[in-house]
DNA sequence: CTGAAAGCGCTAACAT
DNA sequence: ATGTTAGCGCTTTCAG
């Protein structure tokens, strides 16, 4: 075409305001620029992460995101056609869902460290070795009774963090109390009730691991309210690193798990399915990040 | 059709495994089942909140809601065709998007308390009158040097609130001191200075107006930082009640700003657009939350 | 280089 | 009660 038409073209479409019309474009090219994220019920600020990773992968490239907040066992919605779907803990481990989605043909990632059938890949973190790393930066304090708040037996994450947190004991030769292990279900009230039953323990632990930050966030509450200083009569360790870790006081020793990165990692290799073939597995790194909460035991 | 015929049709729609596809319909209907939330920086615990109540609305009728952050000034995303738009503040003042968005003839609803030209409808709550509540709160326990840090001039709402915290001031026959005011960018960071210039004001405010929780949360660090006990010896008030305002400790004061109805409320105007013709208004209630953060001064 | 036509998969209207 | 057809607006292919 002459350049000479296309700007008169060009000037037409602009004084008509046309528009090409996006269903009928998605329908002949048989696919949609729309992706979905779909969770059941994680932390709020851990979703608050994995939503600006998503949206700033997918927006850099022409994609919209859609959230969508499935019931556990429920069917994914047949609202809008998707590109491609990620797969938030703990629905990661939905069989129903993959298998509804595979029949769709809709290709998804997962934020998993397990290999599912059918995925383009899954994209983890190492969380053992991380509760671990913090479990040495306590111990390396000189704690010795530690104790521990487990997240939810519905997220995978619970149980490797947890595994982390016995192993270490184990490692450096100490014995695990299951007095010291309490369960919360990564949200702030359970780590309240979680956090005054081990503190009401005799003897107190000197240190209080939480599996994730906004449990964390509760220990400190009931420490401050029982009148224990931290971290010089307890430290508290929390997980994730996010926005909330460093906004509460003092600012938590947590562990920065790169949620962020990580859907965003998701989304791209959804966009990148047209390469690859067989899946792909990503796995990012963690990072102790040590703030104000942690300190040696005093005596 | 015999009930018997239906049967046998979804029988074999089971067996070959057939889906409707959604781009067909979409182009058929004209149509889609996508609802778009458009945002650029607000505060991350307030845009939280936002999704929470977009999506319970939109899912429940069956609609997909796609978030995008969108540059200020920057044209909206051609990627998916919308059933309707919301625009969360600062770009709900933003004229281009609403340009735009007319031209596509995607209605939208706006988070704002002006009425804009070609919108479906709007939906608000009275951020001066709740400031001034707040206010009221403050200055009825005593205090007479009341600090506030003031939002980032692009928010309307930065504006309303600061308007009511001079109203009150004036309406309890206070004289202004500018010197007492300062301005964030609602978020924690700024919080922070804005906190430490104002705390270094002699004599010391005896409380702290901080127009959102995230700027609140960063005054109680401040505050603990200089030693300074709260609420004994400086009060603290935010204002949106955030899931960060229980979660911080001491619990905030707090104006609870309804967005997650807000937002379910948007959506359902976009919902319900057959049904009316005339742009709508909702008002909703807002809420002085006393927790643990605003006592009367000592001395 | 420009113009015409077929067809993506669905649904609503019409004919049997 | 069932079967057929036209057309949504785009893109790709083929013909002129």
Redesign the pocket.
Known sequence: ??SE?RIRVMEVVARLGY???QH??N????QSRLIGVFYSNPSRNYLGEIQIGALQRGNAEGFSIAFEHLEEGGPPRGGAALAGAVLIPPLTEDQALMASLMEAGTPFVRLSHTLAEGEVGHVTMDDEAAAQEMMRHLIGLGHRRIAFIAGPLSHPQSHLREAGYRASLAAAGLSVDESLIARGAFDYESGLSAATGLLGRNPCPTAIFASNDDMAAAVLAVAFRSGLRVPQQLSVAGFDDTPLASVVYPALTTISQPSREMASVAVGMLLDKRTSESPEKAILPYRLVVRETTAAPEV
Do not use: C, F, S, V
């Open positions: 075409m002459r038409t528009r090409a019309n009928a474009r329908l002949r090219a048989g």
